[in-house]
């Protein structure tokens, strides 16, 4: 466990080594996004169980506090009512999450191929200001194949898998605190049955 832990952080240490030299701000801007994208995930999520609870049982919630300061909010409502504003509310916050989700998913690819050409741009030019035997050693054209190849290996195999589970993993954090705050021992259990589990498949 200590290993892939290791291997793990040496691989971000070295995507953020280039990564860095194409531009700390974009980097950023493509983490907040998916920090946006794992909270509008929860919130799609969590959604979806009031609308529940109130097709289950309306009443409850008019005796809970939560509910007393909800429906503060809007004018005296029926049953049928309250279940149609629950799920409008739902099916919307279930839309803004699909979209941010779509943008955060369009951000890293565009940053990920931006990236790709900005690193291949600059391989280009180190292999252009090498002197003439240099080229003379080697073949230009296989040269030109080896920089594109590794450049989308690299992209394709690397950086975007990186950006994509550091967003899940953001997903999952956030799903996994709320939860702690709804019901900490479901939670819990949870985090300790996963945990027992990825601790034994890494170990074996």
């Given amino acids: ?82 279940l149609l504003v629950a799920g409008i509310i739902a099916i919307v916050a279930l839309l803004l999450s699909n979209a941010v989700n779509l943008l955060a998913e369009y951000a890293r690819t565009r940053y990920a191929q931006n990236f790709a050409h900005w ?9 252009a200001s090498q002197p003439y035997t240099y080229f003379l050693q080697r073949n230009s054209g296989d040269l030109l194949k080896k920089i594109m190849g590794d450049v989308m290996n690299y992209t394709n195999g690397v950086l975007l898998p990186l950006l994509d589970t550091v967003a899940r993993v953001l997903t999952a954090v956030l799903l996994l605190a ?27």
Wanted: glycine share 4%.
């Fill in 1 to 82: 466990m200590s290993r892939f832990i290791h291997n793990v952080a040496d691989l971000i240490r070295r995507v953020l080594f280039l990564a860095r030299p194409y531009g700390r701000a974009k980097l950023a801007g493509v983490f907040s996004l998916s920090l946006a994208q794992a909270f509008f995930q929860v919130i799609g999520i969590t959604s979806i169980f009031p609308f529940l609870a109130i097709a289950a049982d309306p009443e409850r919630i008019r005796r809970s506090h939560f509910g007393t300061q909800f429906l503060s909010l809007f004018p005296p409502m029926e049953n049928r009512q309250l």
């Fill in 119 to 127: 690193l291949r741009v600059r391989l280009l030019r180190r292999m």
């Fill in 178 to 204: 709320t939860l702690f705050l709804v019901q900490p021992v479901i939670a819990l259990s949870a985090a300790i049955v996963l945990g027992a589990y990825y601790i034994m498949v890494f170990r074996l």
